[in-house]
């Protein structure tokens, strides 16, 4: 799980909360500093850490940075790049210099069409969210099977655990290959039975997933699975 | 205001015709995370209204002409359901409902931290299931959870509140009865932490001191409601708590 | 907005419709679970709330008095409309009611009215000078796939559960809307090849044309709509109208049972 939300004396802020006085620490994401005083500008878990006091978002839309590996799929097609909806209030751009593969001016189309996926990762953004994706890349690729399944972007490291601990062990239990984007989505791949055990599991991920529930449900696939 | 008729609208005792004090607000619950299909969403019942408010986004900004390039624009509809009133209500936009989403837009761009999220837009869709005096005010509180729900950075949520003026007298909270034949109506958002205000209309007649005597109420009221507010996203998401 | 299709959500269909199995773990023809509310808005002379997996429905009825049209001196008249507003779904836009927002309307529209559940006589107050005009709105607030069959349930709940305001416009005492029948809605999806029925919004996005059947107390046809591209053969015709029988016989006990209370 990850941290903040562990320990009885857990407190959820809404936004316009006092949170406490600023004196001595510093405002982190989700706090603003006020006459001496932390507001909390997002509903979430506080967090104090270090001397720095932050919101640990409830919900949060996908903002994305440079480096996310992100989950995307073809919107629009140009003759020499591509448009991505990567979950992001933008599409972005993937120039055919960038592509994986060589492509000729006006053969866009043959390598990948409206409605593809493929996993690829964000090379630039601007400060007004214009978007460059890149393909180029250990493991960036068209996706040809599987599913993609959405989570909360603020889920992502609960689903992924400390150094994808969890992760590993909801591939183990799945019996899926699984990867999850930085973007909030994942892409599962198995047998129509393992994907369909893999989509329960995001399932409650999604609906519990703000709770400490989701360990207890990856533990209980692992004995069931184990009984077999 | 229907103006100051014949109609009575406080008893004898001074309180006013559905028992309630001068003072006194009618019933508020509301509920967050109502609608699966929303980004964040709310439904607030205040005496009998019943709003609704669902909030997709930051998503882009399009028409490309309304984008702004350093900040995102609130696009707010305030929309009342066919059946909410007395009379059925034509569907379709209508120079109320254009005039409330826009002030209501304005206010909420007061509170969320719109230059996070530049050329986008964020959609708040208040629908308004059930009318009986109140329901822009319902609408605002709605937005508010509703914005917060979804994860929307703000540097306060907004509650609606009203007061008003009936038989010469202040009071809070009007109902349908009084809204129609009462004197003024005073609907304003606050801003719970910093007592701020971020929408005001007014209609009616009122004195300063009666100006003031309303805001007095007002402001106690939004307290209530700000406490059922935060209640709401607690319970949605606290429940499980280990 | 037009929503992107996945090319990987068609295929696992595909996949998924070869194995005789569904995203969500569903049967074929099983359907999600519905929670049936009625007289739950204060305004409205009917109402009904629908919740029916992720889809929120509620529908409102109001009267109002007309003249009648000459050549029917005393029959009433019944509309029903929907909108899709864009509260209901970050696909719908605002705007002037979209064309799927009518064909909704129409069809709900065409179920009630054609099963003669309204008898329009009843609705004459004074022949050739004042009828009832009933007035059905559907208002969709969350769409998580197959809003018809939820909005034909609140819609005919809600006027099953109307009260005609006769106080009000002060022609007499109010009393509750006669209303003979309960005509439902079955809805199926051809998603992978197949139809399934009650499709959910990702069958909806990924799959092809949908069929819409309005079946009467005896089991009649009422009202009938096939929507989006794609053909269906006569066989697959005939198997998803037995499901329907099944499916609308259940619904209406569900709403003969909320009446009751």
């Not at chain 1, 183990?172 to 990867?179: E, G």
């Not at chain 2, 986008?120 to 009986?132: D, G, M, Q, T």
């Not at chain 3, 309204?118 to 009832?132: A, H, N, Q």
């Not at chain 3, 609308?248 to 009751?260: D, Q, Y």
Request: hydrophobic share 40%; with cysteine; charged share 25%.
């Amino acid at each position: 799980m990850s941290e903040g939300q562990v320990g009885a004396e857990q407190r959820l802020v809404t936004p316009g909360m006092v949170i406490g006085p600023s004196s001595g620490k510093r405002a982190g994401t989700g706090t603003i500093a006020e006459n001496n005083e932390f507001i909390a500008t997002r509903l979430g878990w506080l967090n104090e850490q270090n001397d720095v006091v932050s919101v640990l978002p409830i919900n949060s839309a996908y903002m994305p940075r440079s480096g996310d590996l992100v989950i995307g799929f073809v919107a629009e097609v140009r003759n020499n790049l591509w448009f991505f909806d990567v979950n992001g209030p933008f599409q972005a751009l993937l120039p055919m210099s960038l592509a994986p593969w060589k492509v000729e001016f006006g053969s866009t189309r043959q390598h990948l069409g409206i409605g593809d996926a493929a996993l690829a990762r964000i090379q630039e953004v601007d400060e007004t969210h214009n978007m460059v994706l890149t393909m180029k890349g250990v493991g960036l690729r068209r996706l040809n099977e599987g599913a993609v399944v959405s989570i909360p972007v603020n889920l992502i490291d609960t689903i992924r655990g400390q150094n994808n601990a969890m992760l590993s062990r909801i591939r183990d239990a799945t019996n899926c290959r699984i990867i999850v984007g930085d973007n909030g989505r994942v892409w599962i791949h198995g047998d129509a039975a393992d994907m369909h055990v893999a989509r329960q599991l995001i399932q409650t991920l999604n609906e519990e997933g703000h709770k400490n529930t989701f360990e207890g449900a990856v533990e209980a696939l692992e004995n069931k699975r184990g009984e077999h | 205001m229907g103006g100051y008729g014949d109609v009575k609208l406080l008893r004898e005792d001074g309180k006013r015709l559905d028992g309630r004090a001068i003072d006194e607000m009618r019933p508020v619950t509301i509920e967050a995370g109502v609608l699966p299909a929303a980004d964040g969403s709310a439904m607030v019942t205040h005496g009998l209204n019943v709003a609704v408010a669902a909030v997709y986004g930051p998503m882009e900004a399009h028409p490309r002409k309304i984008q702004r390039q350093d900040r995102a624009v609130i696009d707010v509809r305030y929309n009342m359901a066919p059946f909410s009133t007395g009379d059925r209500i034509r569907p379709g936009f209508n120079r109320r409902s254009r005039e409330i989403s826009k002030v209501t837009a304005e206010s909420l761009e007061s509170v969320v931290l719109v230059e996070r999220y530049p050329r986008s837009k964020i959609r708040v869709e208040i629908e308004i299931l059930a009318a009986e005096a109140g329901t822009r005010c319902a609408g605002i509180t709605a937005a508010s959870v509703a914005l917060a729900d979804a994860g929307i950075p703000m540097r306060d949520m907004i509650v609606g509140v009203a007061s008003g003026k009936i038989e010469d007298t202040v009071v809070l909270d009007l109902d349908k009865a009084e809204d129609n034949y009462g004197q003024a109506d005073l609907p304003v958002g606050i801003l719970p932490n910093t007592g701020e205000i971020a929408f005001l209309q007014m209609d009616g007649d009122l004195s300063i001191d009666e100006y003031n005597l309303a805001m007095e109420y007002n402001h106690k009221a939004a307290k209530e409601i700000h406490e059922i507010m935060v209640d709401a996203l607690k319970r949605r998401y606290e429940g499980g708590e280990a | 907005m037009v929503e992107l299709v996945p090319s990987l959500l068609r295929q696992e269909l595909d996949r998924l419709a070869a194995e005789g199995q569904r995203i969500d773990g569903r049967g074929q023809f099983e359907g999600r679970e519905v929670h049936l509310e009625v007289d739950c808005l204060y305004n409205a002379e009917g109402s009904a709330k629908v919740v029916w997996g992720d889809t929120i429905i509620y529908a409102g009825v109001k009267f109002e008095i007309r003249t009648p049209w000459p050549d029917r001196p005393t029959q009433g008249s019944l509309m029903c409309g929907a909108e899709l507003r864009p509260v209901a779904h970050r696909k719908y836009e605002p705007g002037p009611p979209s064309p799927e927002s009518i064909e909704l309307g129409r069809v709900v529209d065409r179920g009630i009215r054609e099963s003669g559940c309204i008898d329009m006589d009843e609705l004459c107050i004074v022949p050739g000078e004042k009828v009832w005009g009933v007035m059905i709105d559907i208002h969709v607030l969350s769409d998580g796939g197959n809003i018809f069959d939820a909005a034909g349930l609140a819609a005919i709940a809600a006027l099953r559960t109307a009260v005609v305001p006769a106080e009000r416009f002060d022609v007499g005492e109010d009393h509750t809307l006669k209303v003979n029948g309960t005509p439902i809605m079955a809805s199926f999806k051809r998603a992978g090849g197949r139809f399934v029925y009650d499709p959910s919004e990702e069958e909806e996005l990924g799959g092809d044309e949908r069929i819409h059947i309005t079946l009467g107390d005896e089991g009649h046809l009422h009202s009938l709509q096939k929507g989006l591209k794609g053909v269906f053969t006569p066989d697959e015709f005939a198997e998803i109208l037995a499901v329907a029988e099944q499916k609308c016989s259940e619904l209406r006990e569900m709403v003969a049972e909320k009446e009751g209370n």
